[in-house]
């Protein structure tokens, strides 16, 4: 059983799909392991770490060729893949929406691609899924990144000149990115408050010292631990609920994104117009189409005074703990199933079938297959 772990050539993109430990730990479940020349760098981590774990260092064609899995953080190019066996798999975070082309490719090449932010939310899939890791990273670099642009302290200051007031801090989506928001603008000593669709998550927001901001009419649920979209009527009271609510705020952080849809919009013009000059907007939705009116993915843009930033790719950021993160993903995922007899993972149905995109040269994810 080979595992091949490939350099990645999206731009911007840092994080590597396996670290020494990772390639350690499939060692000793009797795989072997090619890393691509150089996958690490970026994440720093060297080829020499790497063959010090273990591993085989080779250039792309030596790392694919013979793979039975193939290990990523973004899905690879299918032009890159020359050499490629039918019937290996790609485990990766694949955008099987955004890029549907692609996910073709993989079919025509006749191998097994496993989207894993399709991972399921269930309690034994919690070690595995790929979204939760990152966008925890995400929401904490959000405020961080906040605090950088914003021109005042977070926490209240009282000194012999005066007293400086805590910033005010605004999370909008109350997720993993939405959580670790919260309890990071916390700990900066912001004054936090929180919103969503879901009234059960007030108690989380209150959980961490913030004010949860509610309308009982407002609740969504949607399936697997998201939000559903709202109807227009929904809609036209969460917009009145948050212009009573931003204009007061200083930061405001959204993190609001349906699966397989466009991120809602959660801030118009009209609410931005009304925030105070020198404010700091940063919509972590911003490549899915952004929450915030105006936002454009990885830019800083400056509307009424208020600055608003096009997250991208946050977890790149900070390649070397999300790589660790996504790494261990892919591990839990792949030994969970690891076969002693046969050497090799065998996906069971409930997982298998929810992340499995291609097979046998088509597409057989029933979600991508319904969209």
Not at 46 to 63: I, K, L, P, Q, Y
Not at 142 to 171: I, S
Not at 347 to 361: N, P, W
């Amino acid at each position: 059983m080979k595992i091949a772990v490939l350099k990645e050539l999206a731009n911007g993109e840092a994080r590597v799909s396996a670290t020494p430990e990772t390639v350690k730990k499939f060692a000793k479940l009797g795989a072997s392991i090619t890393v691509e020349k150089g996958a690490g760098e970026s994440a720093s981590i060297s080829d020499a770490e790497f063959e010090e774990a273990g591993a085989t260092v080779a250039e792309r064609a030596g790392t694919i060729k013979d793979a039975d899995i193939i290990l990523g953080i973004q899905g690879p190019d299918p032009k890159s893949l020359k050499g490629i066996k039918k019937g290996a798999w790609i485990a990766a975070s694949l955008n099987p929406f955004g890029e549907r082309d692609r996910v073709d490719a993989y079919a025509k090449l006749g191998v097994e691609a496993l989207a894993m932010e399709f991972m399921p939310r269930i309690t034994r899939a919690q070690s595995m899924d790929i979204l939760s890791s990152q966008s925890n990273l995400s929401g904490y670099k959000a405020v961080v990144l906040a605090g950088a642009e914003y021109g005042r302290a977070f926490p209240m200051m009282m000194t012999a000149a005066g007293t400086v007031n805590a910033a005010k801090c605004f999370v909008m989506g109350v997720g993993v990115a939405g959580l670790q928001a919260i309890a990071t603008a916390r700990r900066l000593g912001a004054q936090v408050s929180a919103t969503d669709v879901r009234p059960e998550t007030a108690e989380q927001i209150e959980s961490l010292g913030a004010k949860p901001i509610f309308d009982d009419d407002l609740a969504s649920d949607g399936e697997g631990g998201y939000a559903a979209e709202l109807t227009d009527e929904q809609k036209t009271k969460q917009a009145e609920l948050v212009s009573n609510h931003i204009s007061k705020q200083d930061i405001v952080i959204t993190t609001a994104l349906i699966p397989g849809r466009p991120a809602p919009r959660l801030v118009s013009d009209a609410q931005i117009a009304t925030m105070k000059a020198g404010s700091v907007i940063v919509d972590l939705a911003a490549e899915q189409g952004g929450n915030v009116e105006g936002a454009v993915s990885g830019e800083t843009v400056v509307k009424h005074g208020v600055k608003i930033i096009g997250a991208k790719n946050m977890p790149a950021t900070m390649a070397a703990d999300s790589s660790a993160l996504f790494a261990r993903n892919h591990y839990n995922f792949l030994s969970a199933f690891w076969d002693e007899e046969t050497g090799k993972p065998v996906l069971d149905e409930e997982i298998g079938d929810a992340i499995r995109l291609t097979k046998d040269g088509a597409v057989v994810n029933e979600r991508l297959l319904a969209n």
